[in-house]
Structure formats: structure tokens, C-alpha cells
């Protein structure tokens, strides 16, 4: 696809009103593409900090990201670098334990559409438990199993746990996917960054 195609495609995301009568806060799109990308980062769906400022993992859960993959946010939101594509755009508003989950209307109009604009795609990260459905439907019984796979799945794929504050009790309680998981992400993210063609 041309530049211009392109622009016109998140355009046409941008401005998309599939959901806006079930939108707590209406429609405002949170995403980051480029062909040029190489890693891809398969989240879940905008929380309201993110909705309000517009950047993706504007938020707490941004920061351990950023540690987990040992960059910092001049490499993160290098979008020639980084795609950053949720299951939902938008955000889904909250329910009585956290944000709902992302709109299922929003990956089938788009997701097949943009993925098939970005080819330089090395290394998806599949993070929280509706990526996993949405990549692996039916194959994990829990996330927990899909993020102790991870030996089986890198260096094309890894799965995450969703890096909010809500899940410090989930890290405090396997110690292995800080001490044995997230060094082997960071040597692969440093990889693919370091490559002939990387930005």
C-alpha cells in the first residue's frame, strides 16, 4: 500500500461511528501503525486516561510496559518501530471490576484490514486475556498456562499478562515471568530494533 493509502486508511479509523451509541465517552480511536513497523503490540482496549489524551499507554500500565520491553517512549511511539493495535480502538467504559472489555464489533472491521498494511511484523505481543482469545481461541485454560508457553511461541510471538497495577499480585505470585520471561523479551526486542532497515 502507498503512504497516501495508508493515511487514508487510519483516516477512515479515525473517524470511525461503528460503536458510538454504546460508547460511554463516544468514539475517539487509540492506535499506532506503520508499514514500516516491526514489533506489534496486541493490547486489550484503551483505558479513560488513554481516551482523554489520545496516546496509547498514556497510563501506569504504559510505564511497566515500557520496562518490561526495555525501551523507552522515543522507541515505544516510533510508530515506524512499534504498532500498537488493541482488540477495542476505543474506550468500552467501566463495569463493577474495571473497564469492560473492548467492543467486539471493532476487530473484525478493522484489525484484518490494517494487519494486512504491515508485513515488516517480526515479533506480536499478545497482552492480556481478550488478545489471547482473539490469537489463540480455545487453545490456553487460563492466560497464566499462554504466558508459561512462551518458549514454545517465541521468537515470532509472546504472550503477556496485561501490565496494569491490577495484576501486581499475579507477578508477585509467579516470579518466574520477571526473572526468566522478561530478559528474553528484552533481548529479542533489542534484536529486532538493532536490525539493517530498523528506523
Not at 43 to 52: D, R, Y
Not at 169 to 195: G, M, Y
Request: charged share 20%.
Amino acid at each position: 500500500m502507498n503512504p497516501r493509502a495508508f493515511r487514508s486508511l487510519l483516516k477512515e479509523v479515525h473517524g470511525c461511528q461503528v460503536c458510538a451509541g454504546v460508547l460511554p465517552l463516544g468514539p475517539r480511536p487509540v492506535l499506532q501503525a506503520h508499514p514500516m513497523a516491526r514489533i506489534l503490540i496486541a493490547g486489550q482496549a484503551p483505558g479513560k486516561k488513554v481516551h482523554l489524551s489520545g496516546v496509547p499507554f498514556d497510563d501506569a500500565s504504559g510505564e511497566r510496559l515500557r520496562a518490561w520491553l526495555g525501551v523507552g517512549q522515543e522507541t515505544f511511539y516510533d510508530e515506524k518501530s512499534l504498532a500498537i493495535l488493541p482488540m477495542g480502538f476505543c474506550y468500552p467504559g467501566t463495569g463493577k471490576a474495571g473497564d469492560l472489555p473492548p467492543r467486539p464489533e471493532c476487530a473484525p472491521q478493522w484489525r484484518a484490514r490494517i494487519m494486512a498494511q504491515l508485513p515488516r511484523i517480526e515479533l506480536t505481543l499478545v497482552i492480556g486475556q481478550y488478545a489471547l482469545a482473539h490469537y489463540f481461541p480455545g487453545r490456553y485454560v487460563n492466560l497464566t498456562e499462554a504466558v508459561q508457553d512462551w518458549p514454545n511461541r517465541a521468537p515470532d510471538i509472546i504472550v503477556l499478562p496485561h501490565p496494569s497495577p491490577r495484576n501486581n499480585l499475579w507477578i508477585k505470585r509467579n516470579p518466574w515471568f520477571e526473572s526468566a520471561l522478561i530478559p528474553v523479551l528484552q533481548q529479542r526486542i533489542a534484536q529486532i530494533l538493532r536490525q539493517p532497515g530498523s528506523p
